[in-house]
């Protein structure tokens, strides 16, 4: 283009129910993407596949000696955006570890049948995450062998929930002020690359 040219970004959303298009335009003299009488802009960023380099910085913050941990990364970039039709999955793994933790009058319960009960709950929500992580294996493993290999199994992602939620580590209240850092020591989705 012209030199003189302005840059832009365009993005257009087709409905292909209604074949309906609309377009969206971010340039130096139009930005009309924030209409509140619009969602769709809004649906769009929330199911984007776009990335960007401070999404990626985060699979990279440790050294190359230490095992992958995306507990943080999925904590923060992908629980909020999945839904089960009520709540987001976030707000369903800080609800379910958190409530009702079955206690005696000293103190947590050493034995009982609410204790059982409870880590069923976390057994549970255990496998919820687990499965949700085959599931993304499974499709990232499929992307890169046709995409990148020519379908040749050449690489091969792994995704493993290894630290879990556990009676011992929930009583210790995961999600107060100021224990994020003591959560992602606690919680550990850990990524592998098997070539």
Do not use: C
Not at 44 to 64: E, P, Q
Not at 71 to 97: A, H, M, Q, Y
């Amino acid at each position: 283009m012209d030199e003189n040219e302005d840059s832009f970004i365009k993005l257009t959303s087709i409905d292909t129910e209604t074949n309906k298009e609309e377009t969206y335009t971010i340039s130096h003299d139009t930005i009309n993407t924030n209409k509140d009488a619009d969602p769709i802009i809004q649906e769009l960023n929330l199911a984007s596949d776009f990335i960007n380099y401070k999404l990626l910085h985060n699979f990279y913050k440790v050294s190359h000696r230490e095992v992958v941990n995306l507990w943080p990364v999925f904590e923060r970039d992908i629980f909020p955006f999945l839904s089960d039709g009520t709540k987001n999955w976030l707000e369903d793994i800080i609800k379910k570890p958190t409530l009702d933790i079955p206690k005696t009058q000293k103190g947590y319960a050493v034995s009982s049948g609410r204790r059982t009960r409870y880590e069923e709950e976390l057994t549970a929500l255990n496998k919820k995450i687990q499965d949700l992580l085959t599931e993304v294996q499974t499709n990232a493993n499929a992307f890169i062998k046709d995409e990148f290999f020519k379908g040749e199994d050449v690489i091969r992602v792994s995704l493993t929930f290894k630290d879990k939620f556990k009676f011992d580590n929930v009583r210790h209240n995961l999600w107060g002020k100021d224990r994020d850092g003591h959560r992602h020591d606690q919680l550990k989705i850990n990524l592998s690359v098997e070539i």
